[in-house]
């Protein structure tokens, strides 16, 4: 069992795009304080130089309050920064690929989509969690194929967390999270909230006790 199976329940952020990179710097922590689980570096408007300065301002916060950052879609990123993993899609590059460059220990995100096939395959081929979205119609994945609720209550990998993307935030993340995702994320429900800790704060409130029992990540085995 990998590690990231020790990371509690909950709120798996994502940055967004279009926001100066500080903006995005000060947004984090917030998030951070907030309580977050899970941190994802995506904001693809940043030029790379832009992501990696940005990546490694965010390193050290995240290490503090026990919270792994993972990178999206740049492999090559996310072992420059010592990131503690990497989220890959369809077109990234192979699991295997990244496992073998980042090490045994770093988390390996796989998106799945809507094929649960997919996601059985990437756990075969060592993904650390699958991802599969868009759960509800989404503005940062407009042609994504629907998923439906169903896949979380099949998925039995207990070695292979599930994540749910796609629409999601603090009114409707119930009953994926009582379906079986262990993490919810989130990237307009967060950035575009007056109030992030709030919805943090309900999501986790959405928790029950064994699922929500607070703890940090271990972020190096």
């Given at each position: 069992?990998?590690?990231?199976?020790?990371?509690?329940?909950?709120?798996?952020?994502?940055?967004?795009?279009?926001?100066?990179?500080?903006?995005?710097?000060?947004?984090?922590?917030?998030?951070?304080?907030?309580?977050?689980?899970?941190?994802?570096?995506?904001s693809k408007h940043l030029d790379t130089a832009a992501r990696a300065g940005l990546a490694r301002a965010l390193l050290?916060?995240?290490?503090?309050?026990?919270?792994?950052?993972?990178?999206?879609?740049?492999?090559?990123?996310?072992?420059?920064?010592?990131?503690?993993?990497?989220?890959?899609?369809?077109?990234?590059?192979?699991?295997?690929?990244?496992?073998?460059?980042?090490?045994?220990?770093?988390?390996?995100?796989?998106?799945?989509?809507?094929?649960?096939?997919?996601?059985?395959?990437?756990?075969?081929?060592?993904?650390?969690?699958?991802?599969?979205?868009?759960?509800?119609?989404?503005?940062?994945?407009?042609?994504?194929?629907?998923?439906?609720?169903?896949?979380?209550?099949?998925?039995?990998?207990?070695?292979?967390?599930?994540?749910?993307?796609?629409?999601?935030?603090?009114?409707?993340?119930?009953?994926?999270?009582?379906?079986?995702?262990?993490?919810?994320?989130?990237?307009?429900?967060?950035?575009?909230?007056?109030?992030?800790?709030?919805?943090?704060?309900?999501?986790?409130?959405?928790?029950?006790?064994?699922?929500?029992?607070?703890?940090?990540?271990?972020?190096?085995?």
């Amino acid at each position: 069992m990998h590690w990231i199976d020790r990371v509690p329940p909950g709120v798996y952020a994502i940055t967004p795009d279009g926001l100066p990179a500080e903006a995005i710097r000060q947004g984090v922590l917030r998030l951070l304080e907030a309580g977050i689980r899970l941190l994802q570096l995506r904001s693809k408007h940043l030029d790379t130089a832009a992501r990696a300065g940005l990546a490694r301002a965010l390193l050290p916060a995240c290490r503090a309050h026990g919270v792994p950052l993972i990178v999206n879609d740049d492999l090559d990123l996310a072992e420059r920064v010592g990131a503690d993993g990497v989220h890959l899609g369809r077109n990234d590059g192979s699991l295997a690929r990244a496992r073998a460059r980042l090490g045994p220990g770093a988390v390996v995100g796989a998106s799945c989509y809507a094929d649960f096939d997919r996601a059985l395959a990437a756990a075969d081929e060592g993904a650390s969690y699958v991802a599969f979205g868009a759960v509800y119609p989404s503005p940062s994945k407009p042609a994504a194929p629907p998923a439906p609720v169903e896949l979380f209550r099949r998925w039995t990998r207990a070695d292979v967390p599930a994540v749910a993307i796609g629409g999601l935030d603090a009114d409707n993340a119930g009953p994926v999270l009582a379906a079986g995702a262990r993490w919810v994320a989130m990237i307009g429900a967060l950035w575009q909230a007056p109030d992030p800790r709030a919805v943090v704060q309900r999501v986790h409130e959405r928790l029950v006790p064994s699922q929500g029992e607070p703890q940090h990540a271990s972020l190096q085995p």
